[in-house]
């Protein structure tokens, strides 16, 4: 079955960076867009950007454009999201989600993983 | 940039229908998909291109999208469905959320 296992929760102090990682099973990694989307405490979905593993292109939310950088590990079929830079209100639940492409939905999502930012 | 503009809170009474709107320009040009949320899960997928559901989801989960609006209903209103539903659409390459509406079961 497809399973997105995503890292543990962290704590960082502002102006630092976090890499979130997402590991893939139970499918092709390479045949499915990986997202990422954040969700501050009481509030909406944002989306941050994806990769597509196969080829390593990305796209990012023009918000966070020259602050987040998605890669991958194809060998280990992982994704991860690297956000520098940390403010307070990056503090949120960040998910990872696959996507088939071609406007498809998110179809299988990560548990999740709380990163807060304090000083 | 694109934006998806969806009612804070719903509230239906247990067994009745319950309606969740998401407007913009001209969605129904757009393929727009529907999540459920209960509160720390991660969002699910209950309505795909307007009007498709995943399998496991029931058959009183159905959506439509026409004009300016697309709209989630789901009928004979459970406990279960109290959640957060968030609509999502692609804007060229990027993604976009509307901002999710409470549904309150009465």
């Known amino acids: 079955q497809v399973q997105l296992v995503q890292s543990g929760a962290e704590v960082k102090k502002p102006g630092a960076s976090v890499k979130v990682s997402c590991k893939a099973s139970g499918y092709t990694f390479t045949g499915y867009y990986m997202h990422w989307v954040r969700q501050a405490p009481g509030q909406g979905l944002e989306w941050m950007g994806w990769?597509?593993?196969?080829?390593?292109?990305?796209s990012y939310a023009q918000k966070f454009q020259g602050r987040v950088t998605m890669t991958r590990d194809t060998s280990i079929t992982t994704a991860y999201m690297e956000l520098t830079r940390l403010r307070s209100d990056d503090t949120a639940e960040y998910y990872c989600?696959?996507?088939?492409?071609?406007?498809?939905?998110?179809?299988?999502w990560g548990q999740g993983t709380l990163v807060t930012v304090s000083s | 940039s694109y934006e998806l503009t969806q009612p804070l809170s719903v509230s239906v009474a247990l067994g009745q229908t319950a309606r969740i709107t998401c407007g913009g320009n001209n969605i129904g040009s757009k393929n727009v998909h529907w999540y459920q949320q209960k509160p720390g899960q991660a969002p699910v997928v209950v309505i795909y291109?307007?009007?498709n559901r995943p399998s496991g989801i029931p058959e009183r989960f159905s959506g439509s999208n026409s004009g300016n609006t697309a709209t989630l209903t789901i009928s004979r209103a459970q406990a279960g469905d109290e959640a957060d539903y968030y609509c999502?659409?692609?804007?060229?390459?990027?993604?976009?959320f509307g901002g999710g509406a409470k549904l309150t079961v009465l």
């Open positions: 990769i597509n593993p196969n080829s390593g292109g990305t």
């Open positions: 989600a696959r996507v088939e492409g071609g406007y498809a939905s998110l179809d299988y």
């Open positions: 291109r307007d009007t």
């Open positions: 999502q659409v692609w804007d060229s390459s990027a993604v976009v």
